[in-house]
Each structure stands twice: as structure tokens, then as C-alpha cells.
């Protein structure tokens, strides 16, 4: 959530960058809930200071021995006008804060401009797509032809968009989630958790997911509220809602393995095939908390941590930038990293870099003390996947695909794999 006395004070600087994300939100909306706001407040103060002066001029009737019902009668209207007033101001500033909940982040100055992800620029390149020399398949025709992947079955389970794995196969997507967790945590330093995959609306509150997205979720049909993780995000974000860290406290690195629920609104007809597009899907995810001097360095760290999966795995990738119009609502700045997938014979995402400044902070209350013993500031919250497994198993299907069909087992793997080097079939 952006700073409210910002926004008051920076009008044409929000209308221009909701501008460049292509959002429909009017400001003048907000301008006039604010002029009005200020309307009901001037009113109330000048009620206030004449109750004030008749206070003391009904004190000198009386003591004069003098008649005060005039000013009396006057003061039982000025009180119930001032209750109204009172009433519309709390009316007012609840508008006030819907408009405010339902407003993306500002982006960042080094955000390019654009209207979709055709305007995305790519800042980098790493790895060869492979040459085959034979017919590639895709992720869908290769597991299905090992016996491996299963989505006739899944659909008798669950319905479309869900997938049932089998054998090597399995064991090979629960092996990218181990060696994922290991790199990131041994080697860059994240603090595993295992959170609930289940949370409340505050928690969907303070990341963005609520309100502007409640369709995109899977919600519980309890009273108490409850929806499916959409991410990992969620939960590691909020680990210290409400708290006030010390500053000696950050940075903070958290990563998690857990299952994701989306609903997938809005895509209709999208990757249908495989298992690109899932309504249940596990990935890993990367949260930080960073000092706001520091999280834009973090952003690039957090990145970097996420392409040396790619790179250990030996999988060709780029990353580029997001522009204004394609970015995510929370987010002031983010990378994309999107691996080559030989089956599409494209570049396919497959993590989402984001530093989102202190928009989730604000809106989940996570401050910090600083050293200097000066008030409390909001942290800076940064987010990333590194990786979702599914599709990093997609990658790994079809980039280390055998003329007959057969797997390859990246080297890295093979230690999580149990010495197994070709994937074979059942």
C-alpha cells in the first residue's frame, strides 16, 4: 500500500504511474474523497472552537445570573451536526483507504516503459539452446510415452489442469525441490521454512493478493475465512506481520518448498497442455526483508541466487526486465528468468524477481528500529522463485531428452536420484 500523506501530496506523480501501468484507477476520485475530507474537517474544527466560546459565554450567563437557553438550544444543534460530521469523516476516510488498498505500487525509476510484455527488454543471456539431432518432443509426449505422466487419471481425481506423476519421474521433481533447497540455503545462506499452505485475509491482505485478486485464489467454504497459498510469498511475508525488528535484525532470508493453489482466472485456453499451467503446482520461494538503503542491491542478489539453479542444472535462460504495464500489482521493480524450452522452441518464465520496497510492509505492519534510536520505518519486502519445480522438471524433460525417449539425469541431481543416470520409463 503506497504512504497515504504521499499520495495527497503527490497527485500528478500517481496519476502518471498508474498511467504507465495501464491501470484504470481514477485519482480524481481520490481527490475529491480527499477535498471532501478536508471540507468535513474545516466544518468540525470551526464547530469545535464555537463550542468552545459558548462554553465560556454560557459559564458568564450563569454566573451573572443571566438566561443561556439560547446558546444551549444552539449548542444540543452544533452537537448534532458535529455527530453527523464525525459520522461521514469516518465514511470518508474508509473510501479513502478502499481506493488506496486497490493501488499498485509505484514502479521504480529504472523501470522501462511499455504496455505488455512485448516491451519487456532482455538484460541477459546465459547458456545454448542444445541441437538435436533427432525429432524433439515436448514435456507432455515424453513423460506420457515413459508411462511416467498421467493426466487422464488426474482429471478423474481432481479435473483439468492437474497431473499425477509416477516412478522416476516423481522422484525426480522431488529431487529438484531438494537440491534447490540446498543451494539456497547452503550455499547463499536462506533460513528454511515450512509454513501453513493454508492462511488468513490478513496475510492475503499484506502481499496483495486481497481484495483486487480474490478470484485468482482458492478459498476455504468456512466462515473463518481461509484460502490456499497462492505462493509461498504469502506466508514468508508475512512471518512478522505486525512486528517492529531491530535493524541489526536485517537482512532477513527465508525460502520454502511448499505446493501453490492458483485458479488460473483469466486463462481460459492457456497451456492447456502439461504442465506449464497447473491449478496445484510446488515451487520454491525466496523472501527477503532488506533495509531500504540496501534492497535494490538485495534484488539483484536474490535474482542471481535464483539463475545459479538454472546454471547448475546446465539450462540455457535469459532474464529480462519487466515494464511498467506488465508488472505485478506489489511490485516497484522485477526480473523475469525464463528458460528455453526446446518442445516450444521458446524462452518460457519460469521465476519472478520482485522487490516490492515497502508496499507490503505498509500494508502487513513490519517495521524496523533503526540504530539510531530514531522512529520506526517499514522494511523493504523482496520476493522470488528459485524455482517453481514443475516447470524446472519440464526443462530438465525436455532439454536433456534421448532420441528414444529417455531422460538424461543432470549430474546434480544424480546424488538426490540415487546414482540414476537415464530415466527410462517404469
Known sequence: MLDLKFVRANLDVVRQALANRNSKLDVGEFAALDERRRALLQEVEGLK???NAASGEIARRKKAGGDAAEILARMAQVSERAKALDAELVQVEAAETDWLASVPNLPHESVPLGKGEEDNPEVRR???????DFPVKDHHDLGCGLGLLDFERAARLAGSRFAVLYGQLARLE????????DVQTIEHGYLEVLPPTIVNRDCLFGTGQLPKFAEDLFHLTDERGFSL??????PLTNLHRGEVLSEDDLPKA???HTSCFRSEAGSYGKDTRG????HEFRKVELVRYAHPDTSFEALELMTGHAEAILRKLGLPYRVIVLCTGDM????RKTYDLEVWLPGQQKYREISSCSNCGDFQARRADIRFKPRTGKKTEFVHTLNGSGLAVGRTLVAVMENYQNADGSITVPDVLRPYMGG???IAGR
Not at 522431488?174 to 533447497?181: D, G, I, N, P, Q
Not at 504442465?275 to 497447473?278: G, S
Not at 505485478?328 to 511490485?331: D, H, I, T
Open 275 to 278: 504442465l506449464i499451467r497447473q
Open 174 to 181: 522431488r529431487a529438484l525441490a531438494a537440491f534447490m533447497l
Open 420 to 422: 540414476i543416470e537415464v
Open 229 to 234: 497459498i497462492p505462493t509461498a510469498e504469502v
Open 126 to 132: 546465459w547458456g545454448q539452446p542444445r541441437v538435436f
Open 328 to 331: 505485478g500489482f506489489s511490485s
Open 49 to 51: 472552537a464555537e463550542r
Open 254 to 256: 527465508f525460502c520454502a
